[in-house]
Every structure is written in C-alpha cells, then in structure tokens.
C-alpha cells in the first residue's frame, strides 16, 4: 500500500446563524495515499470547499484529526500552519488567481523565491513546468496575453513549482470548454503522479472525476 499523504479523522465543522447551528461536516474521514487522485464530488453547498479549506490549513474552528505526510495539523498556530502550507500543500483553484503583472515564468518563479530557492532554480523548475504543459512558447506573457486554459495551467506549474505533498484543486477546470478541461486536467494528473504526490480534487463534473483513481462523495456531512 502507498505511503498516506494525507489523513482526516472525525474532522466536523459548524457554524452559528443566530440561534441556528449548522453543522457542515459530520466527522469527515479519509485517506489518500502517495501518487493517487481523488474526486470530491457533491452538489453545490453540501461542504466542499470547506472541506478543501480544513485540510488546506485555510481556516480554524474544525475538531478532529489532519495529518499532513505524517505530521498532525490540529492545534497548530497560524505561523506554523503557514509553514506547513508553504512546504507540504498546492492549490489551484477555479479562477486562475494569477499576479496581473507578471509574466508566466514569474508567476510560477515566485512560490519558489518564497522557499527560498535561488532564482536561477526557481527559473528552471517553472520553464520546465510550464514546457511539460505546453507553454513553451509563452513564459513572458502576461496573464492578459493568456487565454483561459494558458492561464490555468500557469495556474497548475505554480501549484506544483515547490512539489508539495497534497495538491489541492477546487473546480479546476471549472471555467474552461470540455476539450481544453480534458487537457488541463490529463496534464495537471501526469504532473501529480510523475513527483509522487496526491491529489484532492472537488468538482461538478462526473464525467472529469470518473478519470481519477477513485470517487468519494459528500452528503449529509459525510463522505460516501
């Protein structure tokens, strides 16, 4: 069996609106292990962002368990959960998020400057990233210059420029024709298993997720 990536316990999380608590999560569990892709699939509202949010490190108030490649998360401080981010975790996201002023090659050099890699490494790694994914020919344009799926794969090279642990994506192709998703999401699952990493991947889309390793779906609270 593949090493555990990532581990979640009995995590719950609920929220008060006036006298009324909502209880978002149920005592979610799930394991993913080194190289595999998992589809999170569900209908709008039933918790998957937040999910993505508690296993990114992204916001507090969950109880329960998160191991982060063998490292338990719950109780840990905003600074050193940071750290774990920046170390461990990747996240590409609908909307590409990309700094406006700044070409390709720079948009996927600086994750890396922020590890503290040297620029030329940094330059390196995100030329040969976005080269795998077809942008050869594009690493000084701007995001403006991009159309939609150049700028989501700028997008992908920059969540995999620090080769995290857990990639995690929510809808990520969301915003993009069928053709250029099928694309988009082949590259970014090539990428993620070529570096052993693992991938939490929330989507609409069953036709996208039945291409991954497996399926899990949250309902009521729980995954099924």
Do not use: C, W
Not at 4 to 16: E, G, K, N, Q
Not at 70 to 85: I, N, Q, W
Not at 193 to 210: D, I, K, M, P
């Amino acid at each position: 069996m593949s090493k555990i990536i990532a581990r979640m316990t009995d995590v719950r999380r609920s929220f008060t609106q006036g006298d009324v608590t909502i209880e978002v999560l149920r005592g979610v569990n799930l394991a993913i292990g080194e190289g595999e892709l998992v589809a999170l699939l569900g209908p709008s509202g039933t918790g998957k962002s937040t999910l993505l949010q508690a296993l990114g490190l992204l916001e507090g108030g969950f109880t329960g368990s998160i191991m982060i490649d063998g490292e338990e998360t719950f109780g840990l401080g905003p600074d050193k959960s940071t750290v774990v981010r920046r170390e461990k975790l990747g996240f590409v996201y609908q909307f590409h998020h990309l700094l406006p002023d700044f070409d390709a090659l720079e948009n996927v050099m600086l994750p890396q400057l922020i590890m503290g890699i040297d620029p030329d490494g940094a330059r390196d790694r995100a030329s040969l990233l976005l080269s795998t994914l077809g942008l050869g020919e594009r690493l000084v344009h701007r995001p403006s210059q991009l159309s939609g799926g150049e700028q989501q794969r700028v997008a992908v090279a920059r969540a995999l420029a620090n080769r995290p642990r857990l990639v995690l994506a929510d809808e990520p192709t969301g915003n993009l024709d069928e053709h250029t998703a099928d694309i988009v999401l082949g590259e970014f699952m090539n990428l993620v298993r070529s570096q052993g990493s693992a991938a939490l991947v929330a989507t609409h889309n069953e036709r996208l997720a039945a291409k991954m390793d497996r399926i899990v779906r949250l309902h009521d609270g729980t995954l099924g």
